[in-house]
């Protein structure tokens, strides 16, 4: 059951692999014509939030569901798989609930997730620059359009391109952020509900397996 679980993870990271390359191929909805953009050093300051994340396109796309609170992201890809973002660390930790409800969790740097990336999240680091791109029309909500660069503790620097819509807050409704120089990912927020998320959702458990000693782990259980 466990070898299962985890050809399932593995299978839904593909997936979420093939959506990028969907939604890299296609050209965003370019920003109205603007005068000579202002940059900005205020990074963003997003109230708790709780919304859907659609990720892909509308003919294929994966749903899933994201909580907000500082600077923690936690993306629940299923009801029994979730990744949690923890940018004050620079940790991801990969979490799973098995059918007999046991539980396992994975942790690793932000640089070792490869597909496991989170737009939200990647709008979070020690420095934000925050230039005006004009304005756009989103799920017909007016946005403002804001091209934001990145730089995390580690040096790593991120470019994003964000869509704001008047009426949530700052909170974004389009993210395409940049993973690789020749990869983005893309993603649309809606379902937006503004109330405290439960500290336990952003919690990582006491005990995580390094994904460097991942497969120990695993052999050691099949052994059993």
Not at 74 to 88: E, G, Q, W, Y
């Amino acid at each position: 059951m466990l070898l299962q679980q985890i050809r399932h993870a593995a299978g839904l990271v593909l997936m979420l692999g093939a959506c990028v390359n969907i939604l890299a191929a296609q050209e965003p909805a370019k920003a109205a014509s603007s005068p000579p953009a202002q940059e900005s050093a205020t990074a963003f300051n997003f109230p708790d939030f709780t919304a859907i994340q659609k990720i892909g396109t509308s003919s294929k796309a994966l749903l899933m569901k994201v909580h907000f609170s500082g600077s923690t992201v936690r993306v629940d890809l299923s009801p029994t798989m979730a990744n949690l973002f923890v940018t004050s660390t620079g940790k991801v930790y990969r979490l799973v609930t098995y059918p007999d409800k046991s539980k396992s969790c994975v942790v690793m740097r932000r640089d070792q997730t490869g597909f496991m990336a989170s737009p939200l999240e990647m709008l979070q680091g020690v420095k934000v620059e925050r230039t005006p791109a004009g304005t756009d029309v989103v799920d017909g909500r007016k946005c403002k359009v804001e091209d934001v660069v990145v730089t995390r503790a580690d040096g790593a620097v991120m470019k994003s391109k964000v869509w704001e819509a008047d009426d949530f807050k700052g909170v974004p409704i389009k993210i395409i952020s940049e993973v690789k120089p020749d990869m983005k990912i893309g993603a649309l927020y809606g379902d937006i509900t503004f109330e405290k998320v439960d500290p336990a959702l952003l919690t990582p458990p006491d005990k995580c397996t390094p994904i460097e000693k991942e497969g120990q782990v695993v052999e050691q259980k099949v052994i059993k």
